[in-house]
């Protein structure tokens, strides 16, 4: 989901800075920090279900290992349930690359709940990387 700056500034407290040394990758050219995570996802990717592991997650979308190689541009819904969340989320998201395994996705059409509890989980990865 793109967050727009009057959105942000009116639903949410201010983005936390966050130590470079705690970002994954090239993090710090993204929009939003990407967090060092560890938990079981599981993907749906038409009539496939896939078991699968979350390297990282952020605002906007996650990084996944998982048997089975996806195109960039698939549409998939993921299932999961971060640490310090008692949320489960379902969302949709879009393959943005895919390399030995290891797929990028960008978060789509993000409903508000889990948008919010999204940018929560983030600060509190963010308090504790």
């Not at 994954?24 to 990407?34: I, L, M, T, Y």
């Not at 496939?48 to 190689?69: F, K, P």
């Not at 929560?120 to 990865?125: D, E, K, P, T």
Request: glycine letters at 6%; proline letters at 5%; hydrophobic letters at 35%.
């Amino acid at each position: 989901m793109w967050v727009t700056p009057e959105r942000r500034e009116s639903t949410q407290t201010p983005m936390i800075s966050v130590d470079k040394k705690t970002r994954v990758g090239k993090s710090a050219e993204r929009r939003h920090p990407r967090f060092k995570i560890e938990c079981d996802v599981q993907v749906r990717a038409g009539d496939l279900a896939l078991q699968g592991h979350m390297v990282d997650l952020s605002e906007s979308g996650i990084a996944i290992q998982i048997s089975r190689e996806l195109r960039a541009g698939d549409r998939v819904i993921l299932h999961f349930a971060p640490p310090n969340s008692e949320h489960r989320f379902g969302v949709q998201a879009t393959v943005i690359y895919s390399m030995d395994g290891r797929h990028g996705l960008e978060f789509h059409k993000l409903p508000r709940r889990e948008s919010d509890e999204l940018w929560r989980v983030c600060r509190a990865l963010s308090a504790i990387a």
